[in-house]
Structure formats: structure tokens, C-alpha cells
């Protein structure tokens, strides 16, 4: 699991960038979005990056993905979100102190996955009964 940290100007841009990791860049949400303080996030981008950013976020979210650290930066980088995204890797300080801060964040409440949350589809052509088709794709954040 990777840990993502997006920090924006506003809510539509930090809403715009995780829907645009899900839908383009195949990204899967095991947590729903959680607030964090904008300084906060601004001060572990400068500690990853060892150089102070050039412009200051106003909303920050941050939120599990299913995949790996590597996979999620390759799949991070073939799209464009409007946001900054940052995927903390676990070999920096910055992943346990931002991992401590979503246990006791609230969740972004504007956020609804664009990933259906049933389990499945539905085929009604078996033996007139419903039966329900398995398939991972289909499957939104964990519960």
C-alpha cells in the first residue's frame, strides 16, 4: 500500500486529482480522503524534497491506494492531475508522522468514489435467478 498526499488550492482541484488517479491512473482507494492542515503538508513536502516550495497549499488530503509505492508514482506520472501530488514512500519520516495524523483526521466529506460500490454486476440470464458476477474492478474503497 501507498500513502498519497495532495495538496491544492481548493477543494474542486484536490477533488479533480484523486478522481482523475482513479479513473486514469487505475489507482484504487483502500481509505476514503482525509483532511490534513495545509501547513502541516507543506512542511513534509520541504523535508522530502530538501527545498522550500515555491508556492503554499490552501487544502491538503491524503489517503491510501491499494497498489505499491512504485507502481503509484509510475501511474501518477502519465497523468495530469491539478493538483501536487506526492506519494510518501515508508523510507522517509514523513510517512509514520503522516500516518499518525489520518488516524485522528476527519474524513473529506465533498469526496464520493467514481468506482462502483456494489459487488459486482448482475446476470439475470442464468436460470431466470439473480447471480452476481464477482469482479475487483468494480470494487471501491474497503469498507
Not at 512542511?43 to 487544502?59: D, P, Q
Not at 488530503?61 to 515508508?90: C, G, N, R, W, Y
Amino acid at each position: 500500500m501507498a500513502l498519497i498526499l495532495i495538496r491544492g488550492e481548493s477543494n474542486s482541484k484536490l477533488l479533480s486529482a484523486v478522481s482523475d488517479m482513479e479513473r486514469h491512473g487505475n489507482l484504487t482507494l483502500t481509505t476514503k480522503p482525509k483532511v490534513v492542515d495545509a501547513k502541516f503538508a507543506d512542511s513534509l513536502v520541504e523535508g522530502i524534497l530538501n527545498s522550500e516550495l515555491k508556492t503554499k497549499s490552501n487544502v491538503a488530503i491524503a489517503f491510501f491506494v491499494k497498489e505499491d509505492t512504485t507502481l503509484s508514482i509510475m501511474q501518477v506520472k502519465k497523468i495530469h492531475p491539478p493538483a501536487h501530488v506526492v506519494v510518501v514512500s515508508d523510507e522517509y519520516d514523513a510517512y509514520s508522522k503522516l500516518e499518525y495524523v489520518l488516524n485522528n483526521a476527519e474524513e473529506f466529506n465533498d469526496y464520493h468514489s467514481t468506482k462502483a460500490i456494489n459487488d459486482g454486476m448482475i446476470d439475470y440470464k442464468i436460470n431466470k435467478k439473480e447471480r452476481h458476477i464477482r469482479n475487483d474492478k468494480l470494487n471501491s474503497y474497503i469498507k
